[in-house]
């Protein structure tokens, strides 16, 4: 690939990639290419993700000036060619995009293409900057569009070789802000005060405050946006709104910067090691709910000095060190003459109102007389930017006049209707009411229904919960006037539609629901659902597949969470438990099993009638598989027995083997552990695992024998133990478990010599982490390559890994224990034999890479990088 390579950009500044096709016919391609690009984190530029209020051509142009690179994808079509142009926009784009950005070009195969688009083909074909490839399908074009950009980051990575500038660095793990599809309009003034409140290193905390709807989360997205070069070491967006309960904010805030509930450290030590001397931005969206967790924050002080804390909440904080900000509402008058209307057309209230108009309706020209009208609506509502965007919704099919006439009949009404709320909250509550009053008496059940979902759920779960609650209308008619209407938002992730909805609108349809006596019937038909899609994707965890589960089960993941949260506080204890148990492997890869055992603590605090022998099991299993690694005992080893001899007698054999198991490795973490009894257990569950067909289970009490035996110096037999783990894991196609014992396996071979051997399989097992995103496994895998490029003499390629993985230990905060630190061994032998000072600067260099790029220059075997 020619041209000078673009920088490799933190979450907050991310790599943006352009994505030029015809829309319509290649709609499907789109999402598929979208999908792919959000999955790699890196962010997709694309016509249909923002308003359009200007020509094409000037917001296309705009568009590719803050571009990285150029994706092309063709099909039959070659696009409308606008009066006035002699070339579609399609080949405008291309041509517009400047000389030295990296081209990929994808050519539907078998397409019967329109002569100018083969004639533009037949450019992009001499053009020596531009690499393409044939497809087939929109799946086929996602996986190679994913598979070129990692190659291109590798390229860029591997092309400099220079240390990268501190912070610029791509995290897969840390929580992205926010790509908000619409610009934000007249708050200026308080971007610059805010940014200039984050300049004084005295602050450490920063409470946006203000109602619903006054539009603090987008102006907290700007501000993180603004303020990003002032926090080398980026910025994390933690949203709150589905987080109820208080001890669930730390490992959430954890989960946001990638440290998983993992590792043999209490969570705020491994947050303190994690965010030690980092200097970055944490922002905490929608704290309103947690309101008792607020000294929470006072602690992280102490745990992270260099962190400054920036939330949002309806209410003010009142911790020590606080600075409060309240967010006004935007003006709707001109300051300097308050009364004058043909001033006020300039205020912002009304170019909120006229930008959203023209994106639901584009031809929509404001004359004099509808901006006076528009005046009137904007004042009418307060200058609240949601009830702003709501009534600017209806232009589609109202008129401002239209909508001042039904605003002044019912808004008055409906505000005195309210009275035990705030102004401003009466005002957005008011205007919510209206709004959906123009909707159809079936459109609103159904906004109200959905109102018991938290943000991001998908259409097969709105079509499965819409068969339970038994809705009569056209499901897909209803949410596109919903979504018309901004009272319901979609979006595009992996290539899925996925919904959400305001928290102020969320609210007002929970209120309906409980004052029409629905609230419980729909939370049980909003529970149904998801304990079908955790038990249905359940089985796909421990088999091939797993990729498609996970995926699955992450794209829904809050709603997930939920519906287990609320069974537990429903007292539905037994399905809650065996929602859990059967999403185990899912909770531990995404980083979840210490929020599941903080619920399954609430049901051993129930009273033994309440709650079945076997559920109860289940719980002391969740707990004890949390505690082995913070405070083990011989006690836990007691309770895991125990709970799996309950297992056995209720004839749940696969739990039975799981729980006994886990007593195994809670033996060995024990204080003066008894390895022969440890031992014992373990064979034991290897064998029954084996006898179910569990190869994933096999697989796991494998690696512990082998660990066991390494402990034991018996190497010979570690070797054979891994080996059988490996074959356990792709006997039944699970990639997790595979990629650990290939790790093991991979560290044996090492410690034997085969070089060769030990590479491929780091290789192996590096590729399944990053593809599962389990941030521990790229750290083993950096690790092992890094020890053998030791062993090879490659100084440069040894240190750049072993610092690489160093940081990603460091951020997660999520460590081997020190009888199995291997690597460091390897560097250290090299050391001596050769510069230590330039392998420790190499190490240096390491630690400011990002886990894709560190995990992209490790594959791509740290030479040259080919052209593309």
Request: glycine share 8%; proline share 5%; with cysteine.
């Amino acid at each position: 690939m020619s041209g000078g390579a673009p920088g490799i950009r933190t979450p907050d500044q991310r790599l943006r990639v352009f994505v030029s096709s015809t829309l319509r016919e290649l709609e499907a391609e789109r999402r598929a290419v979208r999908g792919a690009i959000e999955r790699l984190r890196l962010a997709p530029v694309m016509f249909e993700l923002g308003a359009r209020p200007h020509p094409p051509r000037e917001l296309y142009r705009a568009y590719l000036e803050q571009s990285d690179v150029f994706v092309g994808i063709y099909g039959e079509r070659y696009g409308w060619i606008a009066p006035g142009s002699d070339v579609s926009g399609l080949e405008d784009e291309y041509r517009l995009a400047p000389p030295g950005m990296p081209r990929l070009i994808y050519l539907r195969e078998g397409a019967d293409r329109e002569p100018r688009l083969d004639e533009l083909i037949g450019r992009i074909e001499r053009d020596d900057a531009a690499s393409y490839r044939g497809y087939s399908t929109p799946t086929e074009l996602a996986e190679l569009v994913e598979a070129d950009l990692a190659t291109l980051l590798a390229e860029r990575f591997d092309a400099s070789r220079a240390p990268a500038p501190r912070g610029e660095r791509v995290d897969l793990l840390a929580a992205r802000i926010p790509s908000p599809y619409t610009r934000l309009v007249g708050r200026d003034r308080e971007v610059a005060e805010l940014v200039a409140l984050l300049d004084d290193r005295d602050t450490r905390l920063i409470t946006l405050a203000g109602p619903g709807g006054i539009g603090k989360s987008r102006l907290a997205i700007a501000v993180a946006e603004a303020a990003a070069p002032r926090f080398p070491d980026g910025t994390a967006f933690v949203a709150l709104e589905n987080v109820l309960e208080p001890s669930l904010l730390l490992p959430t805030i954890g989960y946001a910067i990638g440290v998983r509930d993992a590792g043999e450290l209490p969570l705020e030590e491994r947050l303190a090691i994690a965010l030690e001397g980092r200097r970055m931005l944490l922002v905490l969206d929608n704290f309103e709910q947690l309101g008792a967790a607020a000294p929470v924050l006072v602690r992280l002080f102490t745990i992270a000095p260099l962190v400054t804390l920036f939330v949002t909440s309806r209410a003010v904080l009142r911790v020590r060190g606080e600075r409060v900000f309240e967010v006004p509402p935007l003006p709707t008058h001109d300051p300097a003459a308050p009364e004058s209307t043909a001033r006020a057309r300039e205020a912002p209230a009304v170019e909120l109102f006229v930008e959203r108009a023209r994106a639901v309706k584009p031809d929509f020209e404001a004359s004099s007389a509808s901006l006076d009208t528009i005046v009137d609506i904007c004042r009418a509502l307060d200058g609240l930017p949601l009830a702003i965007e709501l009534a600017a919704a209806r232009m589609r099919v109202l008129t401002p006049a239209a909508i001042l006439q039904r605003l002044d009949r019912q808004l008055p009404l409906l505000v005195d209707a309210s009275r035990d709320l705030p102004p401003r909250q009466r005002t957005l509550r008011a205007t919510i009411d209206w709004s959906t009053g123009l909707l159809t008496e079936a459109e609103r059940r159904v906004l109200r229904d959905l109102a018991v979902f938290s943000p991001g759920f998908s259409l097969p779960s709105i079509e499965a919960f819409a068969e339970l609650r038994g809705w009569e209308v056209d499901i897909y008619a209803a949410l596109e006037t919903l979504v018309d209407s901004s009272l319901l938002e979609q979006s595009d992730v992996d290539g899925e539609a996925v919904f959400g909805m305001l928290a102020t609108v969320r609210e007002h349809g929970v209120e309906r629901l409980r004052l029409d006596g629905e609230e419980p019937s729909a939370r049980a038909a909003h529970a149904a659902v998801y304990v079908d899609l955790a038990r249905r994707e359940g089985r796909g965890l421990g088999v091939t597949g797993q990729r498609h589960a996970v995926s699955r089960l992450n794209l829904e993941r809050g709603n997930l969470r939920a519906a287990v949260r609320q069974l537990v506080a429903l007292g539905d204890a037994d399905t809650a438990a065996d929602v859990a148990w059967r999403l185990f492997l899912y909770w531990w890869i995404g980083g979840y099993l210490v929020e599941v055992a903080l619920w399954m603590e609430e049901v051993l605090a129930r009273p033994d009638d309440e709650v079945a022998r076997r559920t109860r099991a289940i719980a002391a299993f969740f707990v004890g598989w949390r505690d082995l690694w913070t405070a083990p005992s011989l006690e836990l080893v007691r309770v895991l027995a125990d709970a799996g001899r309950v297992l056995d007698e209720e004839g749940d054999e696969l739990g039975a083997t799981m729980v006994t198991a886990t007593a195994g490795l809670a033996e060995i973490t024990a204080p003066e552990p008894d390895l022969g009894r440890a031992a014992a257990r373990l064979e034991e569950g290897a064998r029954r695992f084996r006898e179910l067909r569990a190869g994933w289970g096999e697989s796991l009490a494998l690696v512990a024998l082998g660990r066991i035996a390494v402990l034991s110096g018996d190497l010979e037999g570690a070797t054979a133990r891994f080996r059988g783990a490996v074959e356990a894991a792709a006997s039944s196609g699970d990639r997790f478990t595979a990629s650990i014992a290939t790790h093991h396996l991979g560290r044996a071979r090492l410690f034997a010599g085969a070089l060769d051997e030990a590479e491929r399989l780091y290789r192996d097992a590096l590729e399944t982490s990053v593809a599962l995103r389990h941030d521990e496994g790229i750290a083993y895998g950096l690790e092992g390559l890094a020890a053998a490029a030791a062993e090879r003499d490659e100084l440069e390629r040894a240190g750049v890994l072993a610092g690489a993985a160093a940081a990603i230990r460091k951020r997660a905060a999520v460590f081997d224990a020190p009888a199995f630190v291997f690597h460091t061994r390897y560097l250290d032998a090299l050391a001596e034999r050769s510069d230590a000072a330039a392998l420790r600067a190499a190490e240096e260099r390491g630690r400011e890479y990002g886990a894709l790029e560190a995990a992209a220059f490790a594959l791509a075997g740290g030479g040259a990088a080919p052209s593309v």
